[in-house]
Nanobody, 110 residues
């Protein structure tokens, strides 16, 4: 599967963004898909994931602010990010079936 993330940008603290990840391949709907992020000078970290049945999991720091979803008909994964904080600044990557998309940069100013 090939993945392409988009939707990043520069926002202020408290704003919202929605990231999208377009996937190619016939079996995307059957994969667990997730979002990771890498802040400057830090290692890549898990953000959220969703399985084929829509069950979701989040890292503690984004619970209640971020929502992961998927549209299997469109082969697309989403991450709705609300109440953004400067510490959410990072390059965000989508992942599925051990494949990674090119990241999209999210910058949150204080």
């Amino acid at each position: 599967v090939q993945l392409q993330a988009s939707g990043g940008g520069l926002v202020q603290a408290g704003d919202s963004l929605r990231l999208s990840c377009a996937a190619s391949g016939r079996y995307f709907s059957s994969y667990i898909a997730g979002w990771f992020r890498q802040a400057p000078g830090k290692e890549r970290e898990f953000v959220s994931a969703i399985n084929s049945k829509g069950i979701t999991v989040y890292t503690d720091s984004v619970k209640g602010r971020f929502t992961i979803s998927r549209d299997n008909a469109k082969n697309t994964l989403y991450l709705q990010m609300n109440s953004l904080k400067p510490e959410d600044t990072a390059v965000y990557y989508c992942e599925a079936a051990h494949s990674w998309g090119r990241g999209t940069l999210v910058t949150v100013s204080s």
